[in-house]
């Protein structure tokens, strides 16, 4: 018996303590369990926050990089015609002659090239001048150099741009732009329509010209 009142009183000791305890403190100070009850709360919220920033950095990357994705894709190209007016389908993306030629640049000397020294898998070798080209499989696949004005010579030598014209029955079916360096030999340039055509060139060589402006 002595042993249960001993045990009831233990109760009810530890009882109001833990009152005292709740009880402690002010409005704006709470008392020791509220304390560590909010705690806890502030804690948990702080961590949603951290995984919220997660979340929407995350977020912020994926739009960023499917905008990329987009932004490439929107600019591909298997001819000139699939490009803006002023544009060529070149090496598979649209883009201009000045890409390639840097014509409005500040530079003290301005260049250009002729005498382009072109052989071909047709067994031909044909100096050329920017603007002129040939023809292949009885015109089923026309060439020519592009021409541009006078620009600033870059880090690397000076590329060639060759537009292709591949046509069938004379009418134009896919137009675009290689480039090749001296020494370059493009890769096998097929016809969209016609599997017998298949043809190869290379730049052996040019004559670059500059002046002083």
């Known amino acids: ?31 020791f369990i509220e304390g560590l009850l909010s705690k806890n709360v502030d804690s948990g919220a702080s961590l949603d926050d951290d995984q919220v920033d997660v979340d929407s950095e995350q977020t912020e990357l994926e ?8 932004g490439v894709l929107a600019n591909t190209c298997k001819s000139s015609d699939e490009c803006e007016w002023n544009e060529h389908c070149i ?24 005498n382009v020294l072109i052989s071909t898998s047709d067994g031909e070798e044909l100096t050329l001048s920017r603007g002129q080209g040939s023809y292949t499989s009885a015109g089923a696949l026309e060439w020519k150099l592009l021409s541009s ?25 896919e137009e675009k732009v290689v480039i090749l360096n001296v020494g370059d030999e493009s890769g096998t340039i097929k016809h969209p329509d016609l599997a017998s055509v298949s043809f190869q060139m290379t730049v052996e060589s040019y004559d670059e010209t500059c002046s002083v402006e």
């Open 149 to 173: 004005a006078d620009y600033c010579l870059g880090d690397d030598a000076t590329p060639v741009a060759i537009e292709l014209i591949m046509k069938n029955l004379g009418v134009v079916k």
């Open 91 to 114: 090496e598979s993306e649209c883009g201009k002659v000045t890409d390639i030629y840097d014509t409005t640049g500040d530079c003290e000397k301005k260049c250009n090239f002729n």
């Open 1 to 31: 018996m002595v042993e249960y009142k001993k045990f009831i009183g233990f109760i009810l000791i530890s009882s109001l303590m833990l009152l005292f305890l709740v009880s402690c403190g002010t409005e704006d100070e709470p008392g």
């Open 63 to 70: 739009e960023e990089l499917e905008e990329e994705i987009v």
